[in-house]
Structure formats: structure tokens, C-alpha cells
């Protein structure tokens, strides 16, 4: 069972352009979400997070979406830089010592 | 920020061998996982532990175990290792609460032949 699921496995975006990642999950006890970034051989690295109580949060060039009712929550990139190419993580937890629930990644390529 | 260190970055191992994994964090975080990465099943979560000596199954323990004995190491034990072990094997490290961010080791790539 998918708890979390990124439905997109690819994404390929020109340099200067919008990216926008997309995640939905379905267990409506998850109350924190995160986006993380993956190079190659190299362990994840956190990007950005939201807690259920908002709908949005910034982070320079990184926006995070939460829409609770849709149980969805997407990523923005803007503007792409051919460096933000990487794999991308939604992740989820709840109450239970935290433990994260990921789904299944997104390739996004930026070309210059 | 948090360091997470993974002892091994590249291992081959033979079928039916023990095999360790090492994971120490230097932040006194309580919390500690090991996930497993896969191309298309992103990262599954095989244990966890959330204080010395305590440890939670995640979504795929079946054919591994853990140990922490102290709350700095996690350690991912294969106890006999198979083909289909063959994955990337990830350390990560985190506060309690549910709200903290959780940091990952760079990772252990493993193959069993």
C-alpha cells in the first residue's frame, strides 16, 4: 500500500522555466511533509517542508504547496537552474516517532 | 547540521554471507532509521530506532536486522545475504517530534553476487 505516491517519473524542464513535482498521499493522520533532493551516489538532502497547518511555504526559489482536501502537495521550482537536476522525494510523517514515509521520486532534468 | 556517517560506501558481499552496515550520527538525535533505495520503489524503510536498545520493524524488515547499543550507532545487519539485498542502503538521523527534519548518511551501495 503507496501511502505516498509520486506519479510522475520524470520531468524534463527548460533553464529559466517553472518545475513543478507533484505528490499525493493518503493517510490523513500525516501532519508534516517534506521534499528532498537526490544526486546521484549520494545520500538525500532536505529541501524544503511544510507542516499541515499551512498551505504554503518559500524558500528562495523553492515553493511548497499543501492542498489537505486533495491530499496533495506539489513543489516549485522557479526558475530552474540545470544544477536543480536531481531525483526529488516527497516524504510524509506523523505522530509516530516521526518516521518518514516516501514515495517514489521524480527525475527532473533541467536542460540548459 | 547533523553528520551522519555511513562506515562503508562500497561493498560486494558473496550470497549467504553476514554482512554489517555502519551508521554513526554526532547530534544525539534519538531517532534512527535505515532505508533501503530502489529505482521506482523509492525509499522503503527497513528498521528503526527510537532510543538505545529499542527498535521498530519499518515496511521491509524480513531478512534483516538491527542493532543500537549505543545512541550515536545504528548498525544493519544481513544475516545471510541474498541476491535481491543487492540496493543502496541509507542511514538517517532525527530529533524527536514529528516536525524535524530527518538527515541522511551518503549512502552504502551493496552488491551480492
Known amino acids: 500500500d503507496q501511502q505516498v505516491k509520486q506519479n510522475s517519473p520524470s520531468l524534463s524542464v527548460q533553464e529559466g522555466r517553472i518545475s513543478i513535482l507533484n505528490c499525493d498521499y493518503t493517510?490523513?493522520?500525516?501532519?508534516?511533509f517534506l521534499w528532498y533532493k537526490k544526486y546521484p551516489a549520494e545520500g538525500p538532502t532536505f529541501l524544503i517542508s511544510?507542516?499541515?497547518?499551512?498551505d504554503k511555504n518559500e524558500d528562495g526559489r523553492f515553493t511548497v504547496f499543501l492542498n489537505k482536501s486533495a491530499k496533495h502537495l506539489s513543489l516549485h521550482i522557479v526558475p530552474s537552474q540545470p544544477g536543480d537536476s536531481a531525483v526529488y522525494f516527497c516524504?510524509?510523517?506523523?505522530?509516530?516517532?516521526?518516521?518518514?514515509?516516501f514515495g517514489q521520486g521524480t527525475i527532473l532534468t533541467v536542460h540548459p | 547540521d547533523v553528520k551522519v556517517t555511513q562506515s562503508s560506501r562500497y561493498l560486494v558481499k558473496r550470497t549467504g554471507e553476514k554482512v554489517f552496515l555502519e551508521c554513526v550520527q554526532d547530534?544525539?538525535?534519538?531517532?534512527m532509521f535505515w532505508y533501503r533505495q530502489d529505482p521506482g520503489l523509492g525509499l522503503r524503510l527497513i528498521y528503526f530506532?527510537?532510543?538505545?536498545?529499542?527498535?521498530e520493524k519499518g515496511d521491509i524488515p524480513e531478512g534483516y536486522s538491527v542493532s543500537r547499543e549505543k545512541k550515536e550507532r545504528f548498525s544493519l545487519i544481513l544475516e545471510s545475504a541474498s541476491t535481491n539485498q543487492t540496493s543502496m542502503y541509507l542511514c538517517?538521523?532525527?530529533?524527536?517530534?514529528?516536525?524535524?527534519?530527518?538527515?541522511f548518511g551518503e549512502g552504502s551501495w551493496l552488491t551480492v553476487v
Open positions: 516524504a510524509a510523517s506523523g505522530i509516530s516517532y516521526g518516521k518518514l514515509t
Open positions: 493517510n490523513s493522520m500525516f501532519d508534516y
Open positions: 511544510i507542516s499541515s497547518i499551512k
Open positions: 547530534m544525539d538525535h534519538e531517532n
Open positions: 530506532s527510537y532510543d538505545v536498545k529499542m527498535k
Open positions: 538517517a538521523a532525527k530529533a524527536g517530534g514529528s516536525g524535524n527534519t530527518i538527515y
